[in-house]
C-alpha cells in the first residue's frame, strides 16, 4: 500500500482540530486534516430549519471568561445574540407537580452564535485548503518511527485503506477516545493510558433535545423557557430560540441515564408530554424536533462514557504530558486544555498550545492575533 508522506497530520475534526489546521495554514504549512466522520465540526452540531440552527452539541458562550472565542467571532464576522433568560421559570417535583419559580441569569451571561456554533466551524474552513480536510478517516494506528510516525486509517482487524508518512501530528480527539480506539506503536506508558481512559470525555455520556415552534407561547404568558425537572426525561431545559424571530425553540438535556435511552422514538412522546406539562399543551405540538444522543456516537463516547458524568471534572494534560514520543504528537482537543477544558474556549487554548509547541511560534502572536 502506497504511504503519503505529509509533514503534519491532525487527527480530529472538532473545533480544535480545525482551528489547529487554519493556524498552519495561514502559516502556509504542509498538512492535512483526518477525520472519522463524514462531516467536520466534532461535538458542535447545529440542524437546520427555515434558516435556524439548533445546537445539539454546545449552544453558548460566556464572552466575560472566553475571550478567545470573543475575539475570532469578531475576526470572522459573525454575529451573536444573548440567551434569553426574561421572565419567570418552572420547576417539576419527582410526583410530577410543576411550580413556577422565580427566573434566574446565569451568571456571567451567556451568548449563543446566530448561525448556530457551526458558524464557528463553517468560517474557519473557509481558511483551509480544501483537499486538506479528508472526510470518513478514522485512525486506527499511530506507529513511530526514527523521524515521525505512521498514521494508518481504518480498522484495526481489517486492512487499512490508507496510510500517511508524517513529521508531526496533533491529536486533536478527546484522550478518552483516542486511548480506546488507536493502537499505539511503541505502547504508550501504562501510566498516560490510564490517565487517558480516565479522562472523561465532555458531553460523551449526555443527549440534547430541541423542540421548535411557530411563536413563543411560554414567553407571551411571563415564562423564561427556563425549567428545572426532578421528573424527567429533560431534566435541565432553556429557550433555545433565534434571535427576535422564528422558528423559537424550547432546549433541554436529557436527565435519563445513556444504557436506558434505547427507544428514541418512545423518549420523544415522553419529551414533549413533559413539555405540555410544563408549558402548556401547544407544546406537544412543535414545527420540528431534533434529538442526539451524544453516548451513541462511536466517534465521540466509549463504553466508559456511559455513566452520567454529574460535574465538571477538572481537565488537564493527560499525566501532566501536552506531547510524546519526543515532541512528533501533540496533544490538543479541549480535555488537554488546564483552564477551559470542556468548553469551546479550552479547544482554542489547546489548539494553540499544540500548534505553538509544533512549529514554535511566539506564544504571543499567531494568525488571529489571539494569545
Same mark, same amino acid.
Given at each position: 500500500m502506497?504511504?503519503?508522506?505529509?509533514?503534519?497530520?491532525?487527527?480530529?475534526g472538532?473545533?480544535?482540530g480545525?482551528?489547529?489546521?487554519?493556524?498552519l495554514?495561514?502559516? *502556509?504549512?504542509?498538512?492535512i486534516?483526518?477525520?472519522?466522520?463524514?462531516?467536520?465540526?466534532?461535538?458542535?452540531l447545529?440542524t437546520?430549519?427555515?434558516g435556524f440552527?439548533?445546537?445539539?452539541?454546545?449552544? $453558548?458562550?460566556?464572552?466575560?471568561i472566553?475571550?478567545?472565542?470573543?475575539?475570532l467571532?469578531q475576526?470572522?464576522?459573525?454575529?451573536?445574540?444573548?440567551?434569553?433568560?426574561?421572565?419567570?421559570?418552572?420547576?417539576?417535583?419527582?410526583?410530577?407537580?410543576?411550580?413556577?419559580?422565580?427566573?434566574?441569569?446565569?451568571?456571567?451571561?451567556?451568548r449563543?452564535?446566530?448561525?448556530?456554533?457551526?458558524?464557528?466551524?463553517?468560517? /474557519?474552513?473557509?481558511n483551509?485548503?480544501?483537499?486538506?480536510?479528508q472526510?470518513?478517516?478514522?485512525?486506527?494506528?499511530?506507529?513511530?518511527?526514527?523521524?515521525?510516525?505512521?498514521?494508518?486509517?481504518?480498522? /484495526?482487524?481489517?486492512?487499512?485503506?490508507?496510510?500517511?508518512?508524517?513529521? *508531526?501530528?496533533?491529536?486533536?480527539?478527546p484522550?478518552?477516545?483516542?486511548?480506546?480506539?488507536?493502537?499505539?506503536?511503541?505502547?504508550?506508558?501504562?501510566?498516560?493510558?490510564?490517565a487517558?481512559l480516565?479522562?472523561?470525555? $465532555?458531553?460523551?455520556?449526555?443527549?440534547?433535545?430541541?423542540?421548535?415552534?411557530?411563536?413563543?407561547?411560554?414567553?407571551?404568558?411571563?415564562?423564561?423557557?427556563q425549567a428545572?425537572?426532578q421528573?424527567?426525561?429533560?431534566?435541565?431545559?432553556?429557550d433555545?430560540? *433565534?434571535?427576535?424571530?422564528?422558528?423559537?425553540g424550547?432546549?433541554?438535556?436529557?436527565?435519563?441515564?445513556?444504557?436506558?435511552?434505547?427507544?428514541?422514538?418512545?423518549?420523544?412522546?415522553?419529551?414533549?408530554?413533559?413539555?405540555?406539562?410544563i408549558?402548556?399543551?401547544?407544546?406537544?405540538?412543535?414545527?420540528?424536533v431534533?434529538?442526539?444522543? $451524544?453516548?451513541?456516537?462511536?466517534?465521540t463516547?466509549?463504553?466508559?462514557?456511559?455513566?452520567p458524568?454529574?460535574e465538571?471534572?477538572?481537565?488537564?494534560?493527560?499525566a501532566?504530558?501536552?506531547?510524546? $514520543?519526543?515532541?512528533?504528537?501533540?496533544?490538543?482537543?479541549?480535555?488537554?486544555d488546564?483552564?477551559?477544558?470542556?468548553?469551546?474556549?479550552?479547544?482554542?487554548?489547546?489548539?494553540?498550545?499544540?500548534?505553538?509547541? /509544533?512549529q514554535?511560534?511566539?506564544?504571543?502572536?499567531?494568525?488571529?492575533? /489571539?494569545?
Amino acid at each position: 500500500m502506497h504511504t503519503e508522506k505529509i509533514d503534519t497530520i491532525i487527527i480530529g475534526g472538532g473545533l480544535s482540530g480545525i482551528y489547529a489546521a487554519c493556524l498552519l495554514a495561514k502559516k *502556509n504549512k504542509s498538512f492535512i486534516l483526518l477525520e472519522a466522520r463524514e462531516r467536520v465540526g466534532g461535538r458542535i452540531l447545529s440542524t437546520e430549519h427555515q434558516g435556524f440552527f439548533s445546537d445539539l452539541g454546545p449552544s $453558548w458562550y460566556w464572552p466575560s471568561i472566553n475571550p478567545k472565542i470573543v475575539h475570532l467571532i469578531q475576526v470572522l464576522g459573525l454575529k451573536s445574540y444573548r440567551q434569553f433568560e426574561e421572565g419567570m421559570g418552572r420547576f417539576q417535583t419527582p410526583d410530577g407537580t410543576v411550580r413556577t419559580v422565580r427566573g434566574y441569569d446565569m451568571s456571567p451571561p451567556c451568548r449563543r452564535i446566530s448561525g448556530g456554533m457551526m458558524a464557528l466551524i463553517t468560517k /474557519l474552513c473557509e481558511n483551509i485548503p480544501e483537499n486538506a480536510i479528508q472526510l470518513n478517516h478514522p485512525v486506527c494506528e499511530i506507529k513511530k518511527h526514527s523521524s515521525g510516525a505512521v498514521v494508518s486509517v481504518g480498522e /484495526l482487524e481489517k486492512e487499512s485503506k490508507a496510510r500517511f508518512n508524517a513529521k *508531526n501530528i496533533i491529536l486533536a480527539l478527546p484522550p478518552r477516545l483516542a486511548a480506546a480506539t488507536i493502537l499505539f506503536t511503541p505502547d504508550l506508558s501504562h501510566d498516560l493510558t490510564q490517565a487517558m481512559l480516565k479522562m472523561g470525555t $465532555w458531553m460523551a455520556g449526555q443527549a440534547k433535545f430541541c423542540a421548535l415552534y411557530e411563536e413563543p407561547y411560554w414567553r407571551q404568558t411571563g415564562l423564561s423557557g427556563q425549567a428545572f425537572s426532578q421528573t424527567g426525561p429533560l431534566g435541565e431545559i432553556h429557550d433555545g430560540s *433565534n434571535d427576535n424571530q422564528g422558528p423559537y425553540g424550547l432546549t433541554g438535556f436529557i436527565s435519563i441515564p445513556a444504557a436506558q435511552r434505547n427507544h428514541p422514538q418512545s423518549l420523544t412522546s415522553a419529551i414533549l408530554s413533559q413539555l405540555a406539562a410544563i408549558y402548556g399543551k401547544p407544546a406537544d405540538q412543535p414545527m420540528a424536533v431534533y434529538y442526539q444522543d $451524544w453516548a451513541r456516537e462511536r466517534f465521540t463516547a466509549t463504553q466508559f462514557d456511559q455513566p452520567p458524568m454529574h460535574e465538571h471534572p477538572l481537565y488537564h494534560p493527560p499525566a501532566g504530558k501536552t506531547s510524546i $514520543w519526543d515532541g512528533i504528537i501533540q496533544f490538543a482537543g479541549t480535555e488537554t486544555d488546564t483552564r477551559y477544558g470542556g468548553y469551546l474556549e479550552g479547544a482554542l487554548a489547546a489548539a494553540e498550545r499544540a500548534v505553538t509547541k /509544533l512549529q514554535q511560534f511566539s506564544s504571543a502572536t499567531n494568525c488571529f492575533g /489571539l494569545t
